[in-house]
């Protein structure tokens, strides 16, 4: 037997010695199916209470920035009726089941350039329906209140002093409400979750309201 026969069992030795001290990592190292199983079940439980909250979130958000549209447009129609000495008109419906608006001079109106309210978001057909009180231009119903079990229109029509203009000789019918919310799932009514801007004053003086407030 010569002094290199116990070489190879020697190397052999000292590698598998190298290899055990510098695994890089522990193959009996993972997850159990018991936790693996916890784990889904804290994200659904997670998910069941954050969804409901960011749902309401988002439709707050979104509510927010219609109701700021139809504020612009009315003031953007009173402003113009008193810097143009001339009456102007805010117009609102819904098509294609998305609120819009337009204005414009009321003795000349356009036959098209309607723009949907809240054009800096994106809007689905039905997340948001609007709703008036408003019978006929400048009118409110006789009992004042906003129709929230189907989706409304209505014309606001400012004179050259930016006041409610007289319609037909007649005075405005005050307060006229413009509304909108995210309807009731498959039908066009109301939820309870409302924005609006109300019209107060036959001076057009406007407010912002909210929810049960706006009626």
Aim: proline share 5%; with cysteine; charged share 20%.
């Amino acid at each position: 037997m010569t002094a290199n026969d116990g070489k190879p069992k020697y190397v052999g030795s000292l590698l598998i010695s190298y290899f055990k001290k510098n695994q890089p990592y522990n193959l009996d190292i993972g997850f159990t199916l018991l936790e693996v199983l916890t784990a889904v079940l804290l994200i659904g439980v997670l998910s069941a209470i954050i969804a409901p909250s960011w749902l309401g979130f988002s439709n707050r958000q979104r509510l927010g920035q219609v109701n700021d549209g139809i504020l612009s447009a009315l003031r953007t129609a009173q402003t113009e009726a008193k810097r143009t000495k001339t009456s102007y008109s805010a117009e609102f419906k819904i098509e294609n089941n998305i609120p819009q608006f337009l204005v414009y001079p009321t003795n000349n109106r356009p036959i098209s350039g309607w723009q949907n309210l809240g054009r800096n978001i994106e809007i689905k057909p039905k997340q948001v329906l609007l709703y008036t009180n408003i019978e006929s231009e400048n009118k409110a119903f006789a009992d004042k209140k906003v129709r929230d079990t189907q989706a409304g229109s209505g014309r606001i029509t400012f004179d050259y002093l930016g006041a409610l203009s007289k319609i037909n000789g007649n005075d405005p019918v005050t307060p006229l409400i413009i509304m909108v919310s995210s309807p009731k799932s498959g039908t066009n009514q109301a939820s309870t979750l409302r924005r609006c801007v109300i019209i107060e004053s036959l001076i057009g003086g406007m407010r912002i309201e909210k929810d049960d407030q706006c009626k």
